[in-house]
Protein backbone atom coordinates (compact mmCIF):
# COMPACT_ATOMS: atom_id res chain seq x y z
CA UNK A 1 0.00 0.00 0.00
CA UNK A 2 3.22 2.49 0.78
CA UNK A 3 3.97 2.03 -2.91
CA UNK A 4 0.20 2.77 -4.48
CA UNK A 5 0.59 6.20 -1.99
CA UNK A 6 3.96 6.56 -3.29
CA UNK A 7 2.60 6.97 -7.00
CA UNK A 8 0.22 9.26 -5.73
CA UNK A 9 2.79 11.87 -4.27
CA UNK A 10 4.72 11.04 -7.78
CA UNK A 11 1.49 11.45 -9.56
CA UNK A 12 0.83 14.76 -7.70
CA UNK A 13 4.19 15.92 -8.25
CA UNK A 14 4.83 15.50 -12.28
CA UNK A 15 4.00 18.78 -13.51
CA UNK A 16 3.84 20.81 -10.55
CA UNK A 17 3.50 24.79 -11.24
CA UNK A 18 4.70 27.49 -9.04
CA UNK A 19 3.75 31.17 -9.76
CA UNK A 20 7.41 31.47 -11.51
CA UNK A 21 8.80 29.66 -14.51
CA UNK A 22 11.34 26.97 -14.03
CA UNK A 23 12.51 23.22 -14.39
CA UNK A 24 9.11 22.48 -12.12
CA UNK A 25 7.01 24.21 -15.23
CA UNK A 26 6.09 21.95 -18.02
CA UNK A 27 6.90 23.41 -20.93
CA UNK A 28 3.64 23.34 -22.83
CA UNK A 29 4.87 25.35 -25.99
CA UNK A 30 3.86 23.84 -29.34
CA UNK A 31 0.39 22.28 -28.30
CA UNK A 32 -2.84 23.30 -28.65
CA UNK A 33 -4.09 26.30 -26.62
CA UNK A 34 -6.75 23.93 -25.27
CA UNK A 35 -4.03 21.40 -23.86
CA UNK A 36 -1.88 23.68 -22.72
CA UNK A 37 -4.69 25.46 -20.60
CA UNK A 38 -5.79 22.07 -19.36
CA UNK A 39 -2.55 20.38 -18.17
CA UNK A 40 -1.29 24.15 -17.05
CA UNK A 41 -4.98 23.68 -14.50
CA UNK A 42 -3.71 19.86 -13.72
CA UNK A 43 -0.51 21.05 -12.60
CA UNK A 44 -2.05 23.76 -10.33
CA UNK A 45 -4.41 20.95 -8.66
CA UNK A 46 -1.72 18.61 -8.54
CA UNK A 47 0.65 20.84 -6.65
CA UNK A 48 -2.73 22.62 -4.53
CA UNK A 49 -3.94 18.86 -3.87
CA UNK A 50 -7.15 20.41 -5.32
CA UNK A 51 -9.57 17.45 -5.51
CA UNK A 52 -12.25 19.36 -6.90
CA UNK A 53 -9.94 20.92 -10.25
CA UNK A 54 -8.50 16.85 -9.77
CA UNK A 55 -12.32 15.47 -10.46
CA UNK A 56 -12.76 17.58 -13.15
CA UNK A 57 -9.53 16.86 -15.10
CA UNK A 58 -9.21 12.99 -14.58
CA UNK A 59 -11.31 10.82 -16.76
CA UNK A 60 -13.88 9.18 -14.45
CA UNK A 61 -12.11 5.66 -16.18
CA UNK A 62 -9.24 7.07 -15.31
CA UNK A 63 -5.80 4.87 -13.96
CA UNK A 64 -2.90 4.96 -12.85
CA UNK A 65 0.25 2.51 -12.93
CA UNK A 66 2.86 2.74 -10.03
CA UNK A 67 6.07 1.21 -9.89
CA UNK A 68 4.76 -1.83 -7.96
CA UNK A 69 2.93 -2.47 -11.04
CA UNK A 70 -0.93 -2.07 -9.36
CA UNK A 71 -3.87 -0.24 -10.93
CA UNK A 72 -5.15 2.40 -8.67
CA UNK A 73 -8.21 4.28 -9.80
CA UNK A 74 -9.40 7.73 -10.33
CA UNK A 75 -11.04 7.39 -6.64
CA UNK A 76 -8.26 5.72 -5.00
CA UNK A 77 -5.52 8.37 -6.51
CA UNK A 78 -8.17 11.42 -5.55
CA UNK A 79 -7.57 9.37 -2.00
CA UNK A 80 -4.50 9.49 -1.45
CA UNK A 81 -3.46 13.33 -3.64
CA UNK A 82 -5.66 14.67 -1.72
CA UNK A 83 -5.02 13.28 1.87
CA UNK A 84 -4.04 15.32 5.08
CA UNK A 85 -0.08 15.28 5.75
CA UNK A 86 0.23 14.52 1.82
CA UNK A 87 1.79 17.58 0.05
CA UNK A 88 4.49 18.50 -2.89
CA UNK A 89 7.29 20.48 -1.24
CA UNK A 90 9.41 20.68 -4.89
CA UNK A 91 9.66 19.16 -8.55
CA UNK A 92 12.34 19.34 -11.24
CA UNK A 93 11.24 18.22 -14.77
CA UNK A 94 13.52 17.32 -17.04
CA UNK A 95 13.51 14.99 -20.11
CA UNK A 96 10.08 16.32 -21.33
CA UNK A 97 8.10 14.64 -23.99
CA UNK A 98 5.29 15.79 -25.66
CA UNK A 99 3.20 14.33 -28.58
CA UNK A 100 -0.64 15.35 -29.49
CA UNK A 101 -3.26 14.48 -32.30
CA UNK A 102 -6.24 15.44 -32.94
CA UNK A 103 -8.74 14.23 -29.43
CA UNK A 104 -5.51 12.74 -28.12
CA UNK A 105 -1.81 13.12 -26.39
CA UNK A 106 1.22 11.97 -24.56
CA UNK A 107 3.18 14.03 -21.94
CA UNK A 108 5.52 12.53 -19.97
CA UNK A 109 9.44 13.05 -18.60
CA UNK A 110 11.63 12.66 -16.19
CA UNK A 111 10.78 13.85 -12.15
CA UNK A 112 12.76 14.25 -9.21
CA UNK A 113 10.22 15.32 -6.18
CA UNK A 114 10.58 16.07 -2.56
CA UNK A 115 7.51 15.96 -0.29
CA UNK A 116 5.23 14.16 2.22
CA UNK A 117 3.18 11.29 2.10
CA UNK A 118 0.51 10.99 5.31
CA UNK A 119 3.29 12.98 7.33
CA UNK A 120 6.28 11.46 6.24
CA UNK A 121 8.88 12.91 4.15
CA UNK A 122 9.88 11.35 0.81
CA UNK A 123 12.29 11.99 -2.18
CA UNK A 124 11.56 10.49 -5.19
CA UNK A 125 13.19 10.15 -8.71
CA UNK A 126 11.12 8.43 -11.83
CA UNK A 127 9.92 8.56 -15.27
CA UNK A 128 5.96 9.49 -15.81
CA UNK A 129 3.61 9.73 -19.01
CA UNK A 130 -0.06 11.22 -18.58
CA UNK A 131 -2.23 10.12 -21.49
CA UNK A 132 -5.07 12.83 -22.40
CA UNK A 133 -8.04 12.14 -24.23
CA UNK A 134 -10.28 15.04 -25.59
CA UNK A 135 -13.55 13.81 -24.84
CA UNK A 136 -16.68 16.52 -25.09
CA UNK A 137 -14.70 19.17 -25.75
CA UNK A 138 -12.95 18.85 -23.07
CA UNK A 139 -9.37 17.82 -22.41
CA UNK A 140 -8.76 15.20 -19.38
CA UNK A 141 -6.33 12.83 -18.25
CA UNK A 142 -7.16 8.90 -18.69
CA UNK A 143 -3.89 6.61 -17.74
CA UNK A 144 -0.57 7.84 -15.50
CA UNK A 145 2.35 5.34 -15.90
CA UNK A 146 4.77 6.08 -12.74
CA UNK A 147 8.52 4.08 -12.52
CA UNK A 148 10.97 4.85 -10.23
CA UNK A 149 14.39 5.53 -11.79
CA UNK A 150 17.48 4.20 -10.28
CA UNK A 151 20.38 6.42 -10.43
CA UNK A 152 22.82 4.05 -12.49
CA UNK A 153 25.90 6.60 -10.96
CA UNK A 154 25.08 4.71 -7.38
CA UNK A 155 26.17 1.10 -8.47
CA UNK A 156 28.87 2.24 -9.90
CA UNK A 157 30.26 4.16 -7.56
CA UNK A 158 29.84 1.38 -4.95
CA UNK A 159 31.30 -1.46 -7.21
CA UNK A 160 34.64 1.46 -7.96
CA UNK A 161 34.63 2.16 -3.74
CA UNK A 162 34.60 -1.94 -2.96
CA UNK A 163 37.14 -2.49 -5.80
CA UNK A 164 39.43 0.32 -4.39
CA UNK A 165 38.87 -0.57 -1.10
CA UNK A 166 39.53 -4.69 -1.89
CA UNK A 167 43.16 -3.31 -3.36
CA UNK A 168 44.22 -1.50 -0.02
CA UNK A 169 43.94 -5.24 1.71
Known amino acids: MLTIKWGALVCGALITVCAH ?20 AYDLAQFRSDRRELERLLADDYVLVGSDGRNQTKAEYLADATAPGSKTLSVAITRQIKRAWPNGAVLG ?6 GLSHGKQTTTRARFVDIWAKRDGRWQVIFTQVNKVRDAVLPALSRHLTAAQDRRT
Open 109 to 114: GMVDAK
Open 21 to 40: AGQEVGDYSGLPKDLADAAT
